[in-house]
């Protein structure tokens, strides 16, 4: 069954600080992409990052980073320098997708992120 | 380009009315998906919309339906509400089907009395 589990329930840090929020999915398809979004206190989910199943380059966006690493089926996101900004509700998501599946998204449980000054 | 938007932005209901969330999808996207997100829950998928027809859907119950229209906006239903059904509805719209990014509206705030 697909399923997507992020452990951390909530992390605090101060400003400055490096952050990793953890992401370990479970499915059963080969191909499938994996996703991070972002939700402010406004509630609109904000889209970070699509991964495919094939390609487990490391990815840096600005202080954003992320490790994909399908031997541990963990699709992790690093916030590097953190700042106020960054506090909100991180989310991971799979999707199977493809020809025969619904193209629909599966979510983790969240991570809520607080940073303080 | 315009995003997603969703109307409308609060509402309030009692058990047993009927209500209808509605979206409009980004410009040149053809798919809609509409989730449920609880409170300190992640986003449950309800059904998907492509071309006007629906293309799967999540284990809700009937009483949860849809409609897509021709400028590819579309319509959340719910009949027979329940306190359960008191959450966050998010719409997103896509192109095509297959592993596309999905873009976000604001959401709907429902809640059941």
């Known amino acids: 069954a697909q399923k997507v589990t992020q452990a951390q329930t909530e992390i605090s840090v101060v400003e400055k600080e490096d952050v990793t929020l953890d992401c370990v999915y479970e499915?059963?398809?080969?191909?499938?992409?994996l996703f991070w979004y972002k939700q402010p206190p406004s509630g609109e989910l904000v889209f970070l990052i699509r991964?495919?199943?094939?390609?487990?380059q490391n990815e840096i966006s600005g202080r954003y980073s992320w490790n994909f690493q399908k031997s541990t089926s963990s699709f992790n996101f690093t916030i590097t320098a953190s700042q106020v900004v960054d506090s909100a509700v991180y989310f991971c998501?799979?999707?199977?997708?493809?020809?025969?599946?619904?193209?629909?998204?599966?979510f983790g449980t969240g991570t809520r992120l607080q940073v303080f000054p | 380009e315009t995003g997603v938007t969703q109307s409308p932005t609060h509402l309030i209901k009692t058990r047993g009315q009927q209500v209808t969330l509605r979206c409009s999808s980004q410009?040149?996207?053809?798919?809609v998906s509409w989730y449920q997100q609880a409170l300190g829950q992640g986003p449950q998928f309800i059904f998907q919309?492509?071309?006007?027809?629906?293309?799967g859907r999540g284990n809700f119950p009937p009483r949860f339906s849809g409609l897509q229209f021709p400028n590819y906006s579309s319509e959340l239903n719910v009949n027979a509400l329940e306190l359960d059904d008191s959450a966050l509805y998010l719409c997103?719209?896509?192109?095509?089907?297959?592993?596309?990014?999905?873009?976000f509206g604001p959401g709907t705030r429902l809640t059941v009395l």
């Open positions: 997103a719209s896509s192109f095509g089907t297959s592993y596309n990014e999905q873009f």
């Open positions: 499915t059963r398809d080969t191909t499938y992409y």
């Open positions: 991964r495919n199943s094939f390609d487990e």
């Open positions: 998501a799979l999707s199977e997708g493809g020809p025969y599946n619904t193209d629909k998204l599966i």
């Open positions: 410009s040149g996207h053809n798919t």
């Open positions: 919309y492509y071309r006007e027809e629906e293309n």
